[in-house]
């Protein structure tokens, strides 16, 4: 009986997370049983905050619940912050991962209205990414961001004659393809496109597009090969 619940419960995780696989065999039955039970437990924290088919764990702060648009079997972790308070919103497609920690910003400050944010499904936000819609992020299907990244779709102007924090934002959209990964650590500046199933090496500062089929890495990134 045991095995076919297991079975169950694996067919069910890899059809709602879009994988050909489920659970690793190694995973104890008493790990399963935990992990489900946080689930169930996810999910009901979803129901009631006004989230149906969402798993929420605890800490999670949502401002401008009328500008998200949620889809299904959205996870969002411990301590992830949705600003969605934008011309656009934030939207998160179906089967969206967020970890940790992660803070979406669909504007930089209420004086100024932002673009917002666009996650493709089954893409997952790593842990403590900072995604800054200024200028409008739009990210593709499939897409793997690792921890730490940060993706600023608007800049500061410096001229003279005033101080910084009084001129206004240089706005301009960054746009992630469909099955894009990006490695810890990575910084994406306003007005950069990155190509589908391109690859951003660790540590590195994105500041023009990055073509399709890519491997780069660097400070400033730089194609290195192609896949």
Request: charged share 25%.
């Amino acid at each position: 009986m045991a095995k076919r619940i297991r079975a169950i419960l694996d067919g069910m995780y890899s059809r709602q997370r879009g994988l050909d696989a489920g659970f690793d065999p190694q995973l104890t039955d008493g790990e399963l049983t935990a992990f489900v039970a946080r689930k169930i437990s996810d999910r009901v924290r979803g129901v009631c905050r006004g989230l149906p088919g969402t798993f929420i764990q605890r800490r999670v702060v949502v401002l401008g619940r009328s500008r998200l648009t949620v889809g299904r079997s959205v996870a969002l972790a411990d301590g992830v912050m949705i600003d969605a308070r934008s011309k656009r919103g934030v939207v998160l497609g179906d089967s969206v991962t967020i970890d940790r920690s992660a803070i979406l910003r669909g504007s930089g400050t209420v004086r100024q209205f932002g673009e917002g944010i666009r996650v493709g499904e089954r893409t997952a936000i790593g842990f403590a990414n900072l995604l800054h819609g200024g200028g409008g992020i739009e990210i593709g299907r499939d897409c793997l961001l690792g921890p730490n990244v940060v993706i600023m779709s608007e800049q500061h102007r410096f001229e003279r004659g005033t101080t910084i924090r009084e001129q206004p934002g240089a706005p301009a959209p960054v746009r992630l393809g469909d099955d894009v990964w990006i490695g810890a650590g990575v910084t994406i500046l306003a007005g950069v496109a990155i190509g589908s199933r391109s690859v951003v090496g660790a540590g590195s500062v994105v500041t023009k597009d990055i073509p399709e089929d890519s491997v780069a890495f660097g400070t400033p990134a730089q194609v290195v090969r192609r896949r």
